[in-house]
């Protein structure tokens, strides 16, 4: 040690001593304190995420739009609750196509899972990995890290829960098309859009190069979107105003060979929408320059062209250069070996009861994208329904017995009264519109159930549907014990008692379709659509208060108006 270091350390020892004892023990006394306490926290923190005190696990596969809606919902002092999923976010699926072409940024549209539960204690554990296996023998799941930070370096490990809560969404179906899969980009997550947003302004950046040719030019910025659906027309729309908003005037000379492709392998695009709606887009589109084309099926992609064919036209090949894959959804993998264990080996989705209990497993639940509800046909029970009502066998009911039926129906059956409020079927209306004291004949009702049955389908796979059956989902095992001594739900058809939960619901509450141009159509309840500049600014408005939080609301706002004051952002980043 240096004279110098040991002059120091000899001044601190003199002063130590100089200290009245008083002191001394009063500086013990506070760190020994200090210390303690953080003991006492730190250990806290730990039993928390122990889950002690026979707790039951539930394990969440997935933080989408189901899983986080559940998480954001469950009371985390009743359960041990775990997350198992690859991204630690959630993420705002309905603006990705804004990240495309940087009307709003990427991080502003995704929240981290710590900071939904972070506030609201309880016991809580994430794990950043992805689940392959799923026993519901054992009630074990399989997880992979990619990390390889155990003993044998491979990153798995095992989990076993009490209720498995999957999550897991689902991926881009290709359907099988050649060269997809190795060419085209897709639009499901965020680094999807970050990369669509660099390989756009690469297209530019090509084609603005001296020693091309016109061809090779056009080639370079010919944008191809495969698909009419929702997310591929607000991405032909989003880029279509980036193009003309902004890269225009960075691209003067470029401009003029850009052009944007729809194929939709169906006669329309937007086709879950009101026909008027699909009308006004395609109108829009052809009035704006965006080549739509419609009755053509994509039918092999190489890195230079897409052949498609039409039964007019034959096969013919375009040259392109970025295409983007919009076509629907598929199975993953994970969720194809887990129904080949329940015997559901022949279906797209995980099928699940009115209460979101997978058939064929106990105490597993499944939710969104990955899953949808079995909905039993009516006809099925609608005997011994009407058989409670006509005790006396005549054949007839009043309107007003009538009607208490249809809610009866309503509770087990909740898509025939989701169909009837969004479709208008005059033959079953006017059987309603009598006096409540007139009599019905019971078998004309039955023909009117039989037509209604007949055009139910299944709860789209939507972020909207997804976000009411997580939310569904944590109602429910929030007041399991309640309803297990009080149970509330409708009458069992099949065997004595309640069922102990009301089915889940789902209530329509509108879809919106941006078009480019300050423009959106809305189609609402009710039979209200509008199209305009008007619904443009409540597309803001219901996107901005639908965030998950106030960080990310504000962030989405800010990149708006940033938009509006200074346009998107040209970086290649």
């Known amino acids: 040690m240096s004279s110098g270091g040991a002059s120091l350390v000899r001044r601190a020892v003199e002063a130590v001593r100089r200290t009245p004892r008083w002191q001394r023990r009063l500086v013990l006394l506070t760190v020994g304190a200090g210390t303690l306490s953080y003991a006492c926290q730190d250990n806290r923190v730990l039993q928390i995420s122990d889950g002690t005190g026979g707790k039951k696990k ?68 994430f794990w950043e990995a992805e689940c392959y296996k799923i026993d519901p023998t054992s009630k074990k799941i399989h997880c992979k890290s990619g990390d390889g930070t155990n003993a044998d370096a491979n990153g798995d490990f095992v989990v076993d829960y009490d209720y498995l809560v999957v999550t897991v969404g689902a991926r881009p179906n290709t359907f099988n098309t050649p060269g997809v899969v190795e060419n085209c980009h897709f639009l499901k997550e965020v680094e999807d859009a970050q990369k669509i947003r660099k390989s756009v302004m690469k297209c530019f950046e090509r084609a603005a190069l001296p020693n091309l040719t016109d061809e090779e030019r056009k080639k370079n910025v010919h944008f191809v979107v495969i698909g009419g659906g929702p997310t591929g027309v607000e991405f032909a729309a989003e880029l279509h105003d980036f193009v003309n908003e902004d890269l225009a005037k960075l691209y003067p000379d470029v401009k003029k060979y850009v052009n944007i492709s729809v194929i939709e392998a169906g006669d329309h695009i937007l086709t879950m929408f009101d026909k008027r709606i699909t009308h006004f887009a395609e109108d829009k589109f052809k009035r704006t320059g965006i080549d739509l084309k419609t009755n053509f099926k994509v039918v092999k992609v190489s890195d230079k062209t897409i052949t498609m064919s039409n039964p007019a036209t034959g096969e013919i090949a375009v040259p392109y250069g970025l295409a983007v894959w919009s076509t629907g959804i598929g199975t993953r993998p994970m969720i194809m070996d887990f129904m080949k264990q329940v015997g559901q080996a022949n279906r797209r989705v995980l099928a699940t009861d009115e209460w979101l209990r997978v058939q064929g497993c106990d105490n597993v639940y499944a939710l969104g994208d990955c899953a949808t509800i079995t909905q039993r046909k009516v006809m099925e029970d609608v005997d011994a329904i009407f058989r409670v009502a006509d005790k006396d066998n005549s054949g007839t009911l009043t309107v007003k017995k009538i009607k208490n039926v249809l809610g009866d129906i309503y509770q087990r059956y909740p898509q025939v009264e989701l169909y009837l409020k969004t ?29 209604v049955d007949s055009q139910v389908k299944m709860l789209p796979a939507t972020a909207q549907v997804a976000a009411q059956e997580g939310a569904y989902l944590a109602d429910c095992f929030n007041r399991l014990n309640t309803c297990e001594e009080n149970p509330e739900g409708p009458l069992r058809i099949r065997g004595a008692g309640r069922h102990r939960f009301k089915p889940f619901r789902y209530r329509h509450l509108g879809q919106f379709a ?19 500049h008007s619904t443009q600014w409540l597309w803001y408005s219901v996107y901005a208060s639908k965030q998950f939080s106030w960080r990310t609301r504000m962030l989405v706002v800010t990149d708006w108006g940033r938009r509006f004051l200074f346009g998107r952002d040209s970086s290649s980043l």
Not at 98 to 111: F, P
Request: hydrophobic fraction near 40%; charged fraction near 20%; charge should be neutral.
């Open 58 to 125: 539930v394990v969440i596969l997935g933080t989408g739009w189901a899983g986080a809606s559940f998480l954001r919902n469950i009371d985390t002092s009743l359960y041990d609750v775990h997350v198992v999923s690859p991204r630690n976010y959630f993420m705002f699926t309905p603006l990705l196509p804004s990240v495309t072409c940087g009307t709003v940024e990427a991080r502003s549209i995704v929240e981290p899972i710590r900071n939904i539960v972070r506030k609201r204690g309880g016991a809580f554990r």
């Open 423 to 451: 479709n208008q079927m005059k033959g079953f209306n006017d059987l309603l519109k009598d006096k409540e004291s007139e009599e019905l004949n019971i078998e004309e009702f039955k023909k009117a159930l039989a037509q």
């Open 514 to 532: 941006p078009l480019g141009g300050e423009q959106t159509a809305a189609q609402l309840p009710g039979d209200w659509v509008h199209v305009g």
